[in-house]
């Protein structure tokens, strides 16, 4: 499976945008998918995961309560809704596929990863 991410872009800091994640030739139905994103200069990072069926979710405490991901097995995508963004959420975001069930927030379980989309938040 080839994950492709589509949605990102600039907006000002306190607003929203919606990433998602669907599959290039392929479906994302029974894998568990996670997003991660990597600011520039520094390390990748967990954001949230979601597994197969969608109804359990996972994510970091930095966007907690600020970001939610979802899933629309019909659709084959994947989505991540990125709302009061912050500065800090300036970073390269992927998504990354998995047939585990207990990937959670490890990037070494995901086997499958996209090319990623830019966001940038500025004040």
């Known amino acids: 499976v080839q994950p492709v991410e589509s949605g990102g872009g600039s907006v000002q800091t306190g607003g929203s945008l919606r990433l998602s994640c669907a599959a290039s030739g392929g479906t994302l139905r029974g894998y568990s998918v996670g997003w991660f994103r990597q600011p520039s200069g520094k390390e990748r990072e967990f954001v949230a995961a979601i597994n197969w069926r969608g109804d359990i979710t996972y994510y970091s405490a930095s966007v907690k309560g600020r970001f939610t991901i979802s899933r629309d097995n019909a659709m084959n995508t994947v989505f991540l809704q990125m709302n009061s963004l912050q500065q800090e959420d300036t970073a390269v975001y992927s998504c990354?596929?998995?047939?585990?069930?207990?990937?959670?927030?490890?990037?070494?379980?995901?086997?499958?990863w996209g090319q990623g989309t830019q966001v940038t938040v500025s004040s």
């Open positions: 990354a596929a998995s047939v585990s069930s207990n990937s959670n927030n490890d990037a070494s379980r995901y086997p499958y």
